[in-house]
């Protein structure tokens, strides 16, 4: 008659102890305490990188449907007021003498405030704002407008700007990321200017 003994089981199977498990909670807990604000730094550069990327392509696309309609374009915020992180409408602004106004009239026309595109609110907690520039020579600084009329951009049939532009992009919630600055010249030229933008 032929006898089975059940194996023994080796020292390597046996699982971890308690005091174990808890040297390896802890370590994971201080790793991932000095991780969480430099992730949440990351998202937040990243979310003003695509923030910024939408403002550009706005402006871009205003200015070239200027160009190709040969009539004026303009960019509004959506509020009415100088804050762009409400969203805003890119839209056909040819008025009956040509001149834009930034506005979209009460009776829409193919001509005059037909909304070309229209972006929404943005999550998170971005500041989208329009800012002026303080005169040269470098390193410029920027202050948040108080211009009336600088809740728009309207482009020429030409492409052309009649002022110069400057939008600042951060993120409320996280003061301590960089910020980047949109510069629109008058001859409607789009440009990233700084990415090292003070946000507090």
């Given at each position: 008659?032929?006898c089975?003994?059940a194996?023994?089981?080796s020292r390597?199977?046996?699982g971890v102890?308690?005091i174990?498990l808890m040297?390896?909670?802890?370590?994971l807990a201080?790793?991932?305490?000095l991780?969480?604000?430099?992730?949440?730094s990351?998202?937040?550069?990243n979310?003003?990188?695509t923030?910024?990327?939408?403002?550009?392509g706005a402006l871009?696309l205003a200015?070239?449907?200027?160009?190709?309609r040969a009539?004026?374009v303009?960019?509004?915020s959506n509020g009415?007021d100088?804050n762009f992180?409400?969203?805003w409408?890119?839209f056909?602004?040819?008025t009956?003498?040509?001149?834009?106004n930034g506005a979209?009239?009460?009776?829409?026309?193919?001509h005059?405030g037909t909304v070309?595109?229209?972006?929404?609110?943005?999550?998170?907690?971005?500041?989208i704002?329009?800012?002026?520039?303080?005169?040269?020579?470098?390193p410029f600084?920027?202050t948040d407008?108080t211009?009336?009329?600088?809740?728009?951009?309207?482009f020429?049939s030409?492409?052309?700007n009649r002022?110069?532009?400057?939008?600042k992009v951060?993120d409320?919630?996280?003061?301590a990321?960089?910020?980047?600055?949109?510069?629109?010249?008058?001859?409607?030229?789009i440009?990233?200017v700084s990415?090292?933008?003070?946000?507090?």
């Open positions: 008659m032929i089975y003994r194996p023994r089981p390597s199977s046996r102890t308690l174990e040297v390896t909670l802890t370590v201080i790793l991932l305490g991780a969480a604000p430099s992730f949440a990351l998202l937040a550069s979310r003003i990188s923030q910024t990327n939408e403002l550009i871009n200015r070239s449907e200027a160009v190709r009539k004026p303009a960019i509004r009415g100088l992180s409400t969203g409408k890119v056909s602004d040819g009956v003498d040509d001149d834009s979209i009239p009460t009776t829409v026309t193919e005059d070309i595109r229209e972006t929404g609110v943005f999550t998170g907690t971005p500041r704002n329009r800012v002026t520039r303080s005169a040269s020579p470098a600084t920027y407008s211009e009336a009329d600088r809740m728009y951009v309207a020429t030409r492409g052309a002022s110069e532009a400057f939008f951060c409320s919630s996280n003061s990321v960089k910020g980047r600055i949109v510069h629109v010249n008058v001859v409607g030229k440009t990233l990415t090292s933008e003070s946000c507090t």
